[in-house]
């Protein structure tokens, strides 16, 4: 049986299935393994991790009386919290968002020159040089106009990255990410744009990581892991000997791996302590991280992700902020795996507006014949439609590898 419990149940014997947070969090190249050395169960308890999953049937059992949850408990809680926000009153857009596939050609082409720039600019960092805050501006200025004609095109291509660009469309991302959780949050004009500088800004300190440190396939050492963690202050220096003095850019630069429990870092601190835009940048950094492909892991399907993170959310993210990051991207973002009443498979298309619950979704395989079908769009939101998402699917487990071409081709 698989059970989530907390590290501090942990014994030599159990077979971790699951560490309860980003991999980023932990210097383990794998989380599922027998726990055999005692030096791996230091590590778990010295790092911010603080609930695991563990298969019962391939290891001992925690003790009997102690607290642990299943799966289904844990998996019903969150579907509970999902449907909750889904409920929250949506904000009114000041416009109308153009037609998805008419602004993902845009998108695309602003990613791509978007790319190029913070490419270039990440390497003038690297050597010394200021900082171009005009083209950083531009940049940030040309995610925001696409944003607000349609958010989905921008955050649907933001997340296609290969591993070798990840640090710089990383940074794109998460700037797209942070204008639309700002305009969820409806924050002013001028806060939304600094919210995207931010964004883009954010992991400008991982540019003095060595690269084979950052792009390491394998296990972490301590040393290395110990490294990378200082990124948050050596991108903070970086920023200032560049010329950036934006003290909202400086601050999530430092704090989006801050968590509100208080075990992230580099200063431990907890609720309040934490500003709005560290939260935030907290929330979109992590998002971007886990479904986006790296050396050392394939990023998870968008709606697992998010379901991912509720699970996480108490203590990693603050509830109005998180609420807010997913009503604005979606219970089940474009990209994402579904399954339908029918048994049916699809991938979402688009992530609905009138109910986060309700996507557009291309269904495109039989469960039943076990073969593919021709594609179909079915829009779960329309008046007399009595197909249903019934559950997320992993696209690994279905052997798909091509998911997002199939919302590609919409435009």
């Not at 009386?65 to 000041?94: K, W």
């Not at 998805?100 to 998108?107: G, L, Q, T, Y």
């Not at 997913?326 to 048994?343: A, C, D, F, H, N």
């Not at 997320?392 to 091509?402: L, Q, V």
Request: charged share 25%; aromatic share 8%.
């Amino acid at each position: 049986m698989i059970k989530r419990i907390s590290v501090r149940q942990l014994r030599l014997g159990m077979f971790l299935e699951s560490l309860c947070g980003s991999w980023m969090e932990h210097p383990f190249w794998r989380s599922r393994f027998k726990l055999e050395d005692p030096a791996d169960l230091a590590r778990i308890l010295q790092s911010p991790i603080q609930e695991v999953w563990i298969d019962t049937a391939k290891g001992l059992d925690v003790a009997q009386g102690g607290p642990s949850f299943t799966r289904e408990q844990v998996d019903t809680v969150i579907d509970a919290q999902l449907s909750e926000i889904s409920q929250l009153a949506e904000l009114e857009c000041e416009l109308r968002p153009v037609a998805f596939e008419e602004e993902v050609k845009r998108a695309a082409r602003i990613c791509h020159q978007s790319r190029q720039a913070i490419t270039a600019m990440f390497r003038e960092v690297r050597m010394g040089r200021e900082i171009n805050q005009d083209e950083a501006r531009y940049v940030v200025a040309e995610v925001s106009d696409s944003i607000i004609r349609n958010p989905s095109a921008m955050i649907s291509i933001v997340r296609l990255k290969n591993s070798d660009d990840y640090t710089y469309m990383h940074s794109v991302a998460v700037c797209a990410l942070m204008i639309v959780l700002a305009r969820q949050l409806d924050l002013p004009p001028q806060q939304v744009r600094e919210a995207g500088y931010a964004g883009l800004l954010h992991d400008i300190g991982k540019m003095a990581i060595p690269a084979p440190i950052l792009n390491k396939p394998g296990r972490l050492t301590d040393r290395e892991f110990a490294e990378v963690r200082e990124h948050p202050a050596r991108g903070l220096e970086l920023l200032k000997a560049g010329g950036v003095d934006d003290p909202v850019v400086l601050d999530v630069c430092l704090h989006h791996h801050e968590k509100v429990d208080g075990t992230g870092y580099p200063h431990r601190l907890r609720g309040e302590d934490i500003s709005l835009f560290a939260k935030m940048g907290a929330v979109c950094d992590v998002y971007d991280a886990i479904t986006s492909d790296r050396p050392y892991k394939r990023g998870w399907d968008p709606a697992e992700a998010v379901h991912k993170m509720a699970e996480w959310s108490a203590g990693h993210f603050d509830k109005t902020v998180f609420q807010a990051f997913v009503k604005s991207i979606g219970i089940y973002p474009v990209g994402s795996l579904v399954r339908l009443t029918t048994g049916r498979l699809g991938v979402v298309i688009d992530p609905g507006r009138q109910s986060l619950t309700c996507p557009q979704v291309k269904v495109f395989y039989s469960t039943a014949s076990g073969m593919r079908m021709a594609p179909e769009t079915v829009d779960l939101a329309r008046p007399g439609c009595t197909e249903k998402i019934v559950s997320r699917e992993d696209p690994a487990k279905w052997g798909f590898t091509d998911l997002d071409a199939l919302w590609k081709d919409e435009a």
